[in-house]
């Protein structure tokens, strides 16, 4: 279970004032092991929520795109596979299209392109 910063804290001062463990984690609906390695990581200052993470990548991600990376360098950075960093690309609207454009300062998110591909289809058929 990921936990926010807030719960951490908020399981911390609980800690502190008496509360096991296992308490806590009742309360929270989460084992005593899981509740316990990322207290431990947060007061280290190692605990990142999932939130955090996601975002990070996401800028990495976005910076990666900017400076023209294919999606197999893109992938190795983050320690991922290919296949499933170009679906994520996807999602994030960066296909191999957009990432074209991207190189002129020019973002298009994916409902825009396919806006865009039916409205040359239109025009070929016509």
Do not use: C, P
Not at 84 to 93: A, E, F, P, T
């Amino acid at each position: 279970m990921a936990f926010s910063h807030e719960i951490l804290q908020h399981a911390d001062k609980l800690q502190k004032s008496g509360l096991s463990h296992a308490a806590i984690a009742e309360r929270l609906g989460t084992t005593r092991g899981s509740l316990k390695v990322s207290l431990h990581n947060w007061r280290k200052g190692k605990y990142k929520d999932k939130n955090t993470k996601l975002k990070h990548e996401q800028d990495t991600i976005e910076h990666l795109v900017k400076q023209k990376k294919s999606t197999r360098e893109i992938a190795q950075h983050l320690g991922k596979r290919t296949d499933s960093m170009g679906v994520r690309l996807n999602k994030m609207g960066f296909d191999s299209e957009t990432r074209k454009l991207y190189g002129e300062e020019v973002r298009v998110r994916l409902d825009e392109l396919a806006e865009q591909r039916l409205a040359a289809y239109t025009k070929q058929k016509h």
